[in-house]
């Protein structure tokens, strides 16, 4: 029996999907289940090492669960990327029920980012309430660059994505090259804010001059940002050179679509950082 001929059964099943991983699982991927598993673990491990300071567990099973989850997590989100955005690369059809997929399963992952924000603010809004102690002045020019460039990227990957759908690729990859650039500048930004926090300014976790648990609060909602930030950079290099390459067009322009809900997103929880963290800081 050929796959044209079992490509359907008696319960209304499709058969796997040439791409699919592992192969013979049927049109799905244990990708994304891979990517959720190490960031499960992720959080495990954090306990673990809380567990670990307090002598409760030893250090190597903190160790041996951080190393396995950081690792399974990178492994899963590389399969997921590569599946989504490189696979298909030289593929020029145009299957509008997959990019449907595709816009829904965004939606569905930034809903699921959105609760991962939304817990660290709940902690932050929590803990906040108990008082805290001396805090670091946060509102500086740095902080101030930083934000108008990420703000002025949302603007440039909405008009990059206005011009593809207009059929001007060169404007479109203009627009879009300055997105990367703008957002590989605010990285090195939030890079070197880190280094002035922590080597000029001593605002560290265990700092005794500042809030511990203010600073615990800081760098993880800006820590877990900053990752977000990253993995856009790396979602729109991706895509710029797959313009560069031809592959996008007013028809076809899915990936286009996805990377930009994403950056919006990181884009928009940025704005409310600054907000809550940079001068809710100043009016405590």
Known sequence: ????????????????????????????????????????????????????QRGT??????????????????VGLFGWLYHTFVSTFWERSINHKSEDKLLWGMVAFLGSELATF?????????????????LPHLVAP????????????SFTMHFAHIALLNNNRKRFLGLLGTTLALGTIFIGGQVYEYYKFIEQEGFTLGAEAFSQTFASGFYALTGLHGLHVSLGAVLLGIVFIRGLRGQYSAERHVSVS?????????????????????VGAGAH
């Open 57 to 74: 567990v030893g250090y190597g099973a903190f160790a041996a669960l951080a190393i396995g989850s950081v690792g399974a997590f990178l």
């Open 142 to 153: 740095l902080v101030i660059v930083n934000t108008v460039l990420l703000i002025l990227s």
């Open 1 to 52: 029996m050929t796959v044209a001929e079992d490509s359907s059964d008696d319960h209304g099943h499709h058969l796997p999907a040439v791409e699919d991983w592992p192969k013979g699982f049927g049109e799905a991927s244990w990708w994304p289940f891979i990517t959720a598993i190490g960031g499960g673990g992720i959080y495990l491990a954090v306990a673990l090492g809380v567990l670990a």
């Open 258 to 278: 996805t990377v930009s809900m994403y950056w919006h997103f990181v884009d928009a929880v940025w704005i409310f950082l600054v907000v809550v963290l940079y």
């Open 118 to 134: 939304g817990a660290g603010f709940i902690y932050y809004f929590f803990v906040r309430t108990q008082g805290f102690g001396e």
